[in-house]
């Protein structure tokens, strides 16, 4: 599977902004898929996961209220919809894929990824 996100920008806190993530070369609907971010010299964190059928979600609770993950399946998509933004949610954002009928939230369990894309929140 080939990951490409985008979306990414400068806002300013309060701020909203959508990021999306297109996945090709296998079947999408087979993979659940997730959101990660890593901030400048921190470890890659958990934000937010789907089922591959879009029936379950789980958002970190960093974000959640905040935050927002779905997926189309018709359109080999998810996305992350990011509201009340703060800049501590500052980080590159990268989104991943596995082959799996769970909802996955470790770093380790996921098989693809894709090169990420940069958000900064301005105070």
């Known amino acids: 599977v080939q990951l490409q996100a985008s979306g990414g920008g400068l806002v300013q806190a309060g701020g909203s902004l959508r990021l999306s993530c297109v996945a090709s070369?296998?079947?999408?609907?087979?993979?659940?898929m997730g959101w990660f971010r890593q901030a400048p010299g921190k470890e890659r964190e958990f934000v937010a996961a789907?089922?591959?059928?879009?029936?379950?979600?789980i958002h970190a609770d960093s974000v959640k209220g905040r935050f927002t993950i779905s997926r189309d399946n018709a359109k080999n998509t998810v996305h992350l919809q990011m509201d009340s933004l703060k800049p501590e949610d500052t980080a590159v954002y990268y989104c991943?894929?596995?082959?799996?009928?769970?909802?996955?939230?470790?770093?380790?369990?996921?098989?693809?990824w894709g090169q990420g894309t940069q958000v900064t929140v301005s105070s």
């Open positions: 991943a894929a596995r082959y799996t009928m769970l909802v996955v939230t470790t770093t380790g369990q996921y098989d693809y």
């Open positions: 070369g296998r079947t999408f609907s087979y993979y659940a």
């Open positions: 789907i089922s591959r059928s879009g029936d379950s979600t």
